[in-house]
T-cell receptor, first 109, second 115 residues
Framework: GEDVEQSLFLSVREGDSSVINCTYT??????LYWYKQEPGAGLQLLTY?????DMKQDQRLTVLLNKKDKHLSLRIADTQTGDSAIYFC?????????FGAGTRLTVKP | EAGVTQFPSHSVIEKGQTVTLRCDPI?????LYWYRRVMGKEIKFLLH????????ESGMPNNRFLAERTGGTYSTLKVQPAELEDSGVYFC?????????????FGPGTRLTVT
């Protein structure tokens, strides 16, 4: 099975909060990341969290990490139509990065 | 400063043919990575160069894939002969350092379609 799992789709209304969830399996992961991919573009690093933290906030983005349950979430406050994209969760252990399949966020006006 | 660029953006080839993908990393980035996303699934690591040396190629699926980075600048990924299951989006990324704190900058990807 996949090392990193995410739900594939999320649809919200403009102005609502979006919460994208992710579970991972490697307890030795040191960094966990959220990437955003807009149509036709590469992956853009949104934020990352070190494994000894449980929360990180950056403007409209809040990352929560539950290391015991190996659960990572990304909350986007006041979601805008420009936030529509695919969001990838990723973990990094000693060497390579492992990504989830991506969650396609659709923001309806 | 130019970001990571990849060429071509899209390639359509027939099964059995050869395709070469190119990645130009950000200038000065010693670390270069190749990833692949097949059929909307997870993005999987293929390999990692440090300058011209292969640091980790554990993700390369089989010997039909050959990656090179002569001179430690741009990199190529050749698929020969291509199979149907090789279809997907191939991403390249580069970073200054290889630690987890060092951000990997991704290119737009090359969409490979094998028919």
């Amino acid at each position: 099975g996949e090392d990193v799992e995410q739900s594939l789709f999320l649809s919200v209304r403009e102005g609502d909060s979006s919460v994208i969830n992710c579970t991972y399996t490697d307890s030795s992961s040191t960094y966990l990341y959220w990437y955003k991919q807009e149509p036709g573009a590469g992956l853009q690093l949104l934020t990352y969290i070190f494994s000894n933290m449980d929360m990180k906030q950056d403007q409209r983005l809040t990352v929560l990490l539950n290391k015991k349950d190996k659960h990572l979430s990304l909350r986007i406050a006041d979601t805008q139509t420009g936030d529509s994209a695919i969001y990838f969760c990723a973990e990094r252990g000693n060497n390579d990065m492992r990504f989830g399949a991506g969650t396609r966020l659709t923001v309806k006006p | 400063e130019a970001g990571v660029t990849q060429f071509p953006s899209h390639s359509v080839i027939e099964k059995g043919q050869t395709v070469t993908l190119r990645c130009d990393p950000i200038s000065g980035h010693d670390n270069l990575y190749w990833y692949r996303r097949v059929m909307g699934k997870e993005i999987k690591f293929l390999l990692h160069f440090v300058k011209e040396s292969k640091q980790d190629e554990s993700g390369m699926p089989n010997n039909r894939f050959l990656a090179e980075r002569t001179g430690g600048t741009y990199s190529t990924l050749k698929v020969q002969p291509a199979e149907l299951e090789d279809s997907g989006v191939y991403f390249c990324a580069s970073s200054q350092a290889s630690s987890g704190r060092s951000e990997q900058y991704f290119g737009p990807g090359t969409r490979l379609t094998v028919t």
